[in-house]
């Protein structure tokens, strides 16, 4: 074969080499195709799976762990919660709101492929600088069409949108990210797996017809954005939730027909990673007759057929003898399904089209020999740079606080979450997007789930693991403030361009910061995804890994909000301030750096305030309890205030009014309602607290020096993010 097609497959030298031993011949075009798309990044993580070994992932609630369509946890009498978050970043750059549609259709299918219905949606977002006067218009254009995009695909299909997190950094002015998590219920004994296995079982097609739309897809995001690539729509799919809902409740009917051994989504590299990871996870064969594949386009050709990443597709191995009950049910809901292949021993992928083979692959061989990178890692040398700061506050304290306040990374984005219908399905019981975690109503035993996202890049930026620590304990901690316990993750890890072994030793230590948090916090692993490659031209991605953790809480009553409710409160500061303004926001805004040092994490105090959390909300002592995140307890207090129409009196002992701004982890604000009992139980648990004073009648926010009118604040808050974007 010419190098200009190998090439063209980004397939390289060696790769080539190791294909022609596995093959004893020159592959196809087909099968070369089939291979570029299965060793491609996207699907065999040959640059991270080194990296992603010896993740904590086992606990006696969890049912399954990574290596499945999502992660699967026990949540009591009988149920499971199925997660999983995943990246659609290349695509929501090149097509905003296909991309974004897509990767919530994506993820929805990885879920309810389980076995589970679908309850719960949120997503991570960050957008570049919308102030730069070349990239703004471009990145306003995004923030609308990806929200759109979003809302479009989950309101169509009656899925809640809960909540999530969205920031802004010229880093990403030229790769966003658009991470989209999912969470489904289900009874423990309904979850399904993806295999394929029974010598003369049958191979089923079914949903919607396959189109052009979407080949190269798992390429095209293995690859960074550069000049020779940056025409890449073809490559974006075009989703149709209308088709994904009747495909959901069809498939759903089917888990409970006893008729199949196994399904899976025809996600990214469509029928061909179906196809090759049913059978071999099974230890299979099969038999694939593409001509009969339906298509919505004419003159379609068993290389696109296989490689197409049309959306709304199934793969699902039935018992033999049973397909016409298969098939009946699909046609019920008015979708395609097809009887496409079988199921042998032969441990081969045999690919036939009009009765020819026109592709033979041996299946297990292309598994175990996908390559294995082990890319060269190297510490940036810009660490150097950046780790001699110290802060000083050079403004007027109440000048730098409405500063922080109006700054997109701070301000009300009601504007996303107004479009996310986010009470359909009646279950859900808070979806903040501004104030800690998200939760879900289990109608069944009346529990609740709680969940909380969690990605600051620019902690990451200046220390990729200790970054990634707090990544995990901060995204336990919103869960922790609702009064759940926190139970698992699920994780997407977010990097630029592997071939630079600056981002590879980025990479390699988030990594062990993941491990080192979960491993110790008791949060294991449940299911992920890693999103490479998120670079444009020169430019890497600050490291972004998204973490969401879901914790259980026993009684859904007793769910603490995240801000106040009264007026005559008593509340207090929880845990202790270290002066820790590396990567902070305030940094960022007066003095436009992204420096500092990170502190060690100190878990025993995290796990500490986990439990004390978990008691004061079992207790109901507390009236409400929100982590102290970006922009310190200043920020922390004004959204609460702001969302609560609550005023404020309150008054710290810090001495520099800069400590109002720091951001050290481990901190909450509580509204006590029992002070004598809270009193009793945070002194037996040895936590640091400190009596910030009471909410008020008057409607004034007042923080020591800082003093501003509640409408004024609200005012400030609410519209500011709105405008940036006109």
Same mark, same amino acid.
């Given at each position: ?34 291979? @570029? ?6 699907? @065999? ?86 102030? &730069? ?74 949903? @919607?017809?396959?189109?052009? &739309? ?140 009009? &009765? ?307 951001? @050290? ?62």
């Amino acid at each position: 074969m010419d190098l200009k097609t190998i090439k063209a497959h980004k397939i390289s030298q060696d790769e080539y080499k190791e294909i022609l031993k596995i093959l004893n011949r020159e592959p196809n075009l087909l099968e070369l195709g089939i291979i @570029s798309a299965m060793w491609s990044e996207h699907c @065999s993580y040959k640059s991270s799976k080194k990296y992603l070994q010896g993740f904590p992932t086992k606990a006696p609630y969890v049912i399954q762990g990574p290596g499945e369509n999502a992660g699967v946890i026990d949540i009591g009498d009988n149920l499971a919660a199925v997660f999983k978050i995943e990246s659609h970043n290349h695509p929501s750059f090149i097509e905003p709101f296909a991309g974004a549609a897509t990767g919530v259709g994506g993820i929805v299918r990885d879920v309810f492929t389980m076995g589970a219905r679908v309850v719960a949606l949120m997503n991570s977002l960050k957008f570049g600088n919308i102030h &730069d006067k070349e990239a703004g218009k471009y990145q306003k254009y995004l923030v609308k069409g990806v929200v759109n995009g979003i809302a479009h695909y989950g309101n169509c299909m009656g899925i809640p949108t809960i909540g999530g997190e969205c920031s802004f950094d010229e880093c990403f002015n030229g790769n966003i990210l658009v991470n989209a998590f999912a969470l489904g219920i289900c009874k423990k004994e309904d979850i399904f797996y993806a295999k394929a296995e029974g010598k003369g079982n049958l191979i089923i097609y079914a949903g @919607s017809k396959t189109g052009r &739309d979407g080949l190269g897809g798992a390429v095209m995001a293995s690859d960074s954005f550069n000049e020779e690539n940056k025409s890449l729509r073809p490559t974006v799919q075009i989703g149709d939730p209308f088709s994904q809902k009747l495909l959901m409740e069809a498939c759903l009917e089917l888990f409970k027909s006893d008729c199949i051994i196994g399904i899976q989504d025809m996600g990214a590299a469509g029928l061909t990673s179906s196809s090759f990871e049913m059978a071999g996870r099974s230890g299979s064969g099969m038999k694939l007759y593409l001509d009969k594949v339906p298509t919505r386009e004419k003159g379609m050709n068993p290389y696109e057929l296989m490689l197409s990443e049309s959306q709304e597709r199934m793969l699902i191995c039935a018992k033999r003898g049973y397909e016409k009950k298969v098939l009946e049910i699909f046609k019920k809901w008015n979708l395609d399904a097809v009887v496409i292949g079988e199921v042998n021993d032969s441990g081969k992928m045999e690919l036939f089209w009009h &009765d020819e083979l026109v592709g033979d692959i041996p299946i297990a061989p292309l598994s175990e020999k996908a390559p294995i990178l082990d890319r060269p890692i190297n510490k940036p040398k810009y660490l150097d740079q950046i780790k001699d700061y110290e802060f000083k506050l050079k403004e007027n304290v109440q000048d730098i606080f409405i500063k922080m306040l109006q700054n997109e990374n701070i301000n009300d984005k009601s504007y996303i979450y107004e479009q996310f219908d986010s009470s359909v399905q009646t279950n859900t019981l808070k979806a903040d997007g501004a104030l800690g975690a998200s939760a879900i109503w289990i109608k069944e035993n009346n529990s609740a789930l709680s969940i909380g996202i969690e990605c600051n890049s620019r902690l990451n930026y200046i220390d990729p693991k200790k970054g990634a620590v707090l990544a995990v304990a901060n995204a336990g901690r919103k869960v922790a403030c609702t009064g759940a316990k926190p139970l698992a993750i699920t994780d997407c890890l977010n990097y630029g361009n592997p071939e630079n072994e600056e981002v590879m030793w980025q990479f390699a230590k988030g990594c062990e910061g993941i491990k080192e948090a979960c491993r110790t916090l008791n949060t294991p692993v449940v299911s992920g995804n890693v999103s490479l490659y998120n670079q444009s031209k020169d430019l890497n991605i600050y490291p972004s890994p998204t973490i969401v953790n879901v914790g259980l809480l026993k009684d859904a009553n007793k769910l603490l909000k995240s801000a106040f409710i009264n007026s005559n409160t008593s509340i207090y500061l929880l845990g202790k301030t270290y002066k820790e303004f590396s990567g902070s926001l305030v940094s960022k805004i007066q003095d436009n750096v992204v420096k500092g040092n990170l502190k060690d994490f100190d878990f025993e105090a995290e796990l500490k305030l986990w439990k004390f959390l978990e008691q004061a909300c079992d207790q109901e002592i507390l009236e409400c309890a929100n982590s102290v995140g970006v922009g310190g307890i200043a920020m922390t207090l004004a959204k609460m205030c702001a969302i609560s129409c609550v005023g404020l009196n309150l008054k710290t002992s810090f001495n520099d009014k800069a400590l109002l701004f720091e951001e @050290s982890p481990t901190r909450a604000i509580v509204g006590v309602k029992n002070e004598a009992n809270f009193l009793k139980l945070i002194d037996s648990m040895g936590i640091p607290f400190f009596k910030l004073g009471q909410t008020t009648k008057e409607e004034k926010f007042i923080l020591d020096d800082i003093s501003l009118d509640l409408k004024e604040l609200k005012k400030i808050y609410f519209s500011n993010f709105r405008e940036m974007l006109l």
